[in-house]
């Protein structure tokens, strides 16, 4: 009752012979030389084609922040230095010069909490970093609002 048939697939090349060992097989599986001509055609289009991923400049920036965890404490004094003692004093000055403007006040203060409160909660360089760059640029938009508005030292007094 079972014989050995060789078949061929349909295609030029004649890449794929099949055995067959019963006639019951046959009616069964004759879409297999199509399926498989059509997977070979999706895999051979699918290989010809190379694609190359970039880091993009916030994915290194962030990979950097982690890098800089051994030097934390670095960051803190850093931190507590540049933004406590330099840049929210000249801000605050800026705000003053401008006309006591509650608003911009009251940015310069949370911006310097920002950076604070980060690093004395002792959270990795990857949150500590990023945030102490946004206070940064958050002090240097309240210095340019104030710019517009225009020093005036009797205003600070």
């Known amino acids: 009752m079972y014989w050995e048939e060789k078949i061929t697939p349909p295609d030029e090349n004649h890449l794929l012979t099949l055995y ?8 069964m599986i004759n879409f297999v030389p199509t399926k498989l001509q059509i997977m070979s055609t999706l895999i051979l289009t699918r290989g010809l084609t190379e694609t190359v991923s970039k880091a993009s400049l916030l994915s290194n920036f ?4 982690k890098g800089q965890s051994e030097y934390r404490l670095l960051w803190l004094g850093i931190v507590l ?5 330099i840049l929210t004093p ?25 950076a604070l409160v ?9 949150i500590t970093i990023p945030i102490f760059l946004l206070s940064i ?16 030292a009797g205003n600070a007094f």
């Open 137 to 152: 640029l958050i002090d240097l938009g309240i210095v340019i609002a104030c710019i517009s508005i225009g020093f005036h």
């Open 90 to 114: 000249l801000t605050i000055l800026a705000v003053l010069l401008a006309g006591t403007n509650i608003i911009l006040f009251m940015l310069a203060t949370m911006s310097m909490a920002m």
């Open 20 to 27: 067959w060992l019963s006639p019951r097989c046959q009616d």
């Open 81 to 85: 230095v540049a933004h406590g003692c």
């Open 62 to 65: 962030y990979n950097w922040c």
């Open 118 to 126: 980060t690093n004395l909660a002792a959270l990795p360089t990857k």
